[in-house]
Structures are given as C-alpha cells and as structure tokens.
C-alpha cells in the first residue's frame, strides 16, 4: 500500500509541473535565483533553464547580447515565452560600443580591435555570400548614434575622402552622407577600423560595431512553439539567408514550428530581420558551390530534400509574426523558404528594406517567401522597399489580403513561378509598378490596382503538391495565364501609362496599365467588373466583360510622418457579383480549388477593414460601404 501511494505521488509530482516565471534586469546577477526580487543579468541564463511553459520577463534596459534558447515548448499552449516587461523598454543588441579612437589625419579616425574581442565571429573578416548574392561588403557594420555609416572598399578612398555615398530609397532621415563612410582590415592578430564621422568626436559620441550574428536565433533545427514579444531588436550582423541555405536573421527560427513573433521593433538587420528560414542539413548555397547546373535545378532537387526532413504541416511552419515594426534591413523585412508554410504574416508595419544599396542580389523585399504553402500575409502596412511583397516558388493556398502598400521602387507584389491557386484580395497596390506576374493559377478581387502590371510567362519548371499539404505531385512550366481578375479598381496615371515604354526593365517584361499584357496568355483568362479610373489611359484585356472605364479623378492618398495613411476616395458606387469558390473554381496545373486552408469554401464577404459586404451586390474595390470621402487606411481602426 506505501508502495502504490508513493509510485501515485511520484507520477503526479511529474504531471503537474508548475510553470515558472523568470526575471531579468541589467541590476541582476546570472547568480541568482531568477525571481522578481532577484532577477538574472543576461537572457541568455534564463534561457538556459526555462523549459515548457515557462515564461521569461525582460526588464528595462540595453542587452548587449545574443539569445541561444536551447530548447522551445511542447505546444502552442505549452510554449516558452520570451517577454519584455509590460511598459518597460528592453533592447536586445547585437553590437559593442567603441571607444579609443585616434584621428589620425583631420577628419579621419582609426581604431584597432583585437581579434579576441570578437569571440568565434568576426564580422569584419567575414563578407556577405551566398546564392543569388552580388556584392563585396562585410557583415559588419558602424553606426554613429544609431545611424549607419557607408562602408568603401579601398583605405585610398577613405584617407582620402573620395567616397561614394550609398544609393538609398525610401525615407533617408535614417541615412548618413558621404562624410560618413568607414572601411576596414585585419591582419597580425588584429581589426583595423577606419572611419569617418562628419564633425563628430566619436569618443564624445555613441559609436557602436555590430559584433554578433544574430540577436535571437537557435543553433538546432527544431527548437519549437517560442514566443517573443515586445522587445526593440538592432544592429545585428546578419548574413545572407538564400532559399538554398540556412536563413539566419537579426531574429530566426531555424527550421522549426509554432513560433509567435509579435508587438516587437526590429531594425538594422546588415541583411534580414526576422527568418522564417531552410535548414543547413539540405544544402547550403548549393549553387554557389556548384555553378554546372543552373540555381532553379538546385532548388527543385532540395524541394526532396526538405520533405524527407520532415518539411510538412506537423513539424515545420505555423509560426505567426503579428504586429511588428520592421525597418532598416539591408536584404529583408520577413524572409523565409519553406520554413514560412502555414504561418500567419499580419498586422506589420514594414517600410526601408533594402535602402541603403550597397549589394545586388534577388532576394530582397519587404516580405520575400519561397514555398509559401497555405500562408496567410494581412493586413500589413509595407512602404519603401524595393520589392513590396515577393512570393516566390510552390506559392499554393496562400491568401494575400487587406494590405497596404505604396511608394515601393520596383513593385508591390511580385509572384514568381508558382502554379497557384493564390487568392490576392482588398489590398490597395498604389506604387507605380502594382504587380509583376510570372506566375499563374492566381485571383485577384476586389483590389486598388494604382500602378502598370507586367506578364511574363516561364521556361523554368517548379512543383506543385497535394492541396494543403506538402506532397509532391508533379513538376511542370509557367506557361502563363489561369488568372481570375474581379471587381478590382484600377486608378492608373501618366507615370503608369508609360511603364510600357521605361528602360529600367528589360525589353522582354512588358508593363500596361490595366490587363492587356495577358492578352496571349497561354491558359485562358477571366476578368470581369473591374473598374477603370483614368480611363484614358487603360488597355482593358480582350477577355475582360463588363469592364466600365471612367474620366474622373482617381483615389488620392497620402502619408503623413506620424505614419497616418488617408486616402480621398472618389470611386463612384458601381455594384457588382459576389466572389467564392464557386466563380473561381480550380487552378488548372494542382487542380486545387481556391479555398480555406481546411479546405472549406471560401467567399470574398469582407472589406480591407474586416467589415461585412453587401452579398448580394458588393461595391467595387476594396472598401464597402464607402461612408467618407477622407478614409484613414492606415493604422486600421
């Protein structure tokens, strides 16, 4: 009898663990117990314990450190949380402060580091590389009060002032001038950094290197169910996250499931910010190290690789990445290959990514995403970045909706080789170039289309799979078309008219306002109830019924510096069929009905604010009931 109550007291002492709450603040030491009263000094020690369930509280202050979790949690409810202290401001850093300078000519300053400062990484011995990557620059980088200086490559030009100063978009208040430029080497056991600060004394001014890789990320594949909330992230020496390769970002996920990312500020990643990324096990910059075959067969045959690692809804995906503020990211804002599958990407606030030009490449964007199976990318806010939104490869089941984007250099949204079915839905596209389609199988409803759209069918071959799942199926070309357009307002312009003719493209991608570009589209074409503003501009597709075209002033937006969108909205009420699954049916090349992701029939029932359509006779675009000519877009209300 003693025997059965003590076996019954040692397997309920097992089954209810208590979830514990860990405190750490700048005052604490790794010492102690981790309890408010005494509180740890690094994140990195509370890490080190927490296990499932268990919740780490971040207390104001700078954290000059990067976080290893060595574990995550059992499942979305039983998770690891990673919190900053509510109402407090917790900054987790990747770089030093520097101090010692010594100018040695006027204006010029030299500082020398050694090399056991840097610990295992050395960002100024190691160069951003990978696939689908051009450029020579470090990882590192020099930042005078939070700014970033512009790196040179020769010690010529910064003696003797004949730097170049960085191309940027976007919005350059963040950005040094050409009086700001560093450059450095290494050699006899020792960095050697020159730099440049304007007027500046640097050893009277913030001056920080960026010394780790990351700020958050693990070192294993399957580190899972990990929340990270409320924290201000920067300044860490990222490298390139090619789809072929692992992604490490200032914030990554390496390979794993159920993360939630939220209410975070992310800025100053050398190339991205948060990784929804590959592992290294499949392949790492395949094609960089093998240029026999081209990079698209590379990454066909890792599709293989990535399913027999357990690329699949139980294990990899699923995270959510909510109400950030996203910004200063040299490659990405979000970026992910097929580790983004199933997750949800909403409520972000993404705007100069890629500013400061300083490397070429064909991965950068705001969100950049290859294999996004059944995604869900909404209602974020993105802003001068190259590329607004790029889905890249296998998009299949993804749903692009209710987001805002404007003033991106090259386009809004970029779907490249993929079959679809994709849904894109009550979005307002206002840059110049709206969407650029190398793609097919998508649906495009109830959008503001404010710039041209370009075509361009593929010879590459890309996979597709099993609806929601990641079973392949085949493998096949872009042969173009098998697009649906309905109730979509095209607002159009002179600058949108003449993208057909700008030599910033090459000659085979050709741009129009409005849907003539599909007009020898190999699959058939459907489009109907959309609207023309500028009328007289438009080339309305030959496939295109019940098109109405008006002369009339189109939507007028702006964007104030307190970051409030308002938009004056001047579409007249034009009624038109409600769209579900049923009117856009299946794309052709899966045969996979655009749908939920649980498989249930979907309709387009509401507007970019989440309010109710009319069923019967929705109004055209995007917004229903239009009640105000000034409507703020932007933050959603």
Not at 37 to 51: E, Q
Not at 462 to 476: A, D, M, N, R, Y
Not at 618 to 635: C, H, M, R, Y
């Amino acid at each position: 009898m003693i025997r059965l109550f003590v076996l019954l007291l040692t397997l309920t002492s097992h089954c209810m663990a208590f979830a514990i709450e860990y405190h750490v603040s700048p005052q604490g030491h790794d010492s102690n117990k981790g309890s408010f009263l005494a509180p740890f000094k690094t994140i990195s020690k509370a890490a080190s314990i927490a296990v499932a369930g268990d919740t780490i509280t971040v207390h104001q202050g700078v954290y000059r450190e990067m976080v290893v979790p060595p574990r995550g949690g059992n499942s979305d409810v039983k998770r690891i949380t990673y919190r900053a202290a509510p109402g407090e401001k917790v900054e987790i850093k990747g770089s030093e402060i520097i101090k010692g300078w010594q100018e040695i000519k006027p204006g010029l300053w030299m500082v020398s580091i050694p090399y056991h400062f840097f610990g295992r990484y050395n960002p100024y011995t190691d160069k951003v590389y990978g696939d689908w990557y051009n450029g020579w620059v470090h990882t590192g980088e020099v930042y005078l009060e939070g700014r970033p200086l512009s790196e040179l490559d020769s010690l010529y030009k910064i003696k003797d002032n004949h730097g170049a100063a960085k191309k940027r978009i976007g919005d350059t208040t963040h950005a040094l001038d050409i009086y700001h430029t560093w450059y450095t080497r290494s050699d006899s056991g020792y960095t050697n950094i020159y730099a440049r600060f304007g007027n500046v004394d640097p050893n009277k001014a913030m001056v920080e290197i960026n010394v780790r890789p990351a700020c958050f990320y693990p070192d294993r594949n399957f580190i899972n169910y990990i929340t990270i909330q409320g924290f201000e992230m920067s300044q860490a020496a990222t490298q390139w996250a090619a789809p072929t390769a692992e992604q490490p970002g200032l914030i990554g996920t390496n390979w794993s499931k159920g993360w939630i990312i939220e209410n975070n500020i992310i800025h100053d990643s050398k190339c991205s910010g948060i990784t929804l990324g590959k592992d290294r096990y499949t392949g790492d910059n395949t094609w960089s190290k093998d240029k026999s075959i081209d990079g698209s067969l590379h990454y066909n045959e890792m599709v293989h690789r990535v399913i027999a690692y357990g690329w699949n809804k139980d294990s990899i995906g699923s995270h959510i990445v909510r109400n950030n503020t996203i910004y200063n990211c040299g490659e990405a804002g979000i970026c992910g290959s097929f580790g983004g599958a199933y997750s949800h990407i909403t409520g972000n606030h993404i705007y100069n990514i890629y500013t400061y030009r300083v490397y070429g490449g064909a991965e950068m964007g705001a969100i950049k995403l290859h294999a996004a199976v059944d995604a869900q990318i909404n209602d974020n806010y993105v802003h001068h970045a190259n590329i607004g939104l790029w889905l890249d490869w296998m998009t299949q089941g993804t749903r692009v909706s209710g987001n805002l984007f404007h003033d991106n250099n090259e386009m809004d949204f970029f779907i490249e080789v993929s079959h679809g079915p994709y849904l894109v839905d009550n979005n307002f596209f206002l840059s110049t170039a709206s969407i650029r389609d190398m793609s097919q199988g998508g649906a495009f409803v109830h959008n503001v289309i404010g710039g041209a759209v370009s075509f361009s069918p593929q010879k590459r071959k890309t996979p597709f799979f099993s609806p929601h799942t990641t079973h392949w199926l085949g493998i096949q070309h872009i042969t173009g078309g098998d697009n649906r357009y309905y109730n979509n307002v095209f607002t159009g312009s002179p600058e949108t008219a003449k993208m057909s003719d700008t030599a910033h493209w090459p000659r085979w991608v050709k741009w129009r306002y409005g849907l003539a570009v599909y007009d020898s589209s190999l699959f058939e074409m459907t489009a109907d109830g959309n609207l023309y503003t500028n009328g007289k501009f438009a080339v309305p597709g030959v496939f295109e019924t019940q098109v109405a075209k008006t002369v009339g002033a189109p939507p007028v937006f702006n964007a104030d510096k307190r970051g409030v969108v308002t938009l004056q909205w001047n579409v007249p009420a034009s009624k038109r069929q409600e769209i579900t699954t049923a009117i856009l049916g299946k794309a052709i090349v899966p045969a996979q009905y655009f749908e939920n992701p649980d498989g249930r029939p979907l309709k387009i029932d509401r507007d970019y604010f989440g309010r109710q359509r009319n069923t019967v006779t929705p109004n055209v675009g995007p917004l229903e009931p239009v009640s105000a000519k000034n409507i703020i877009l932007w933050p959603k209300k």
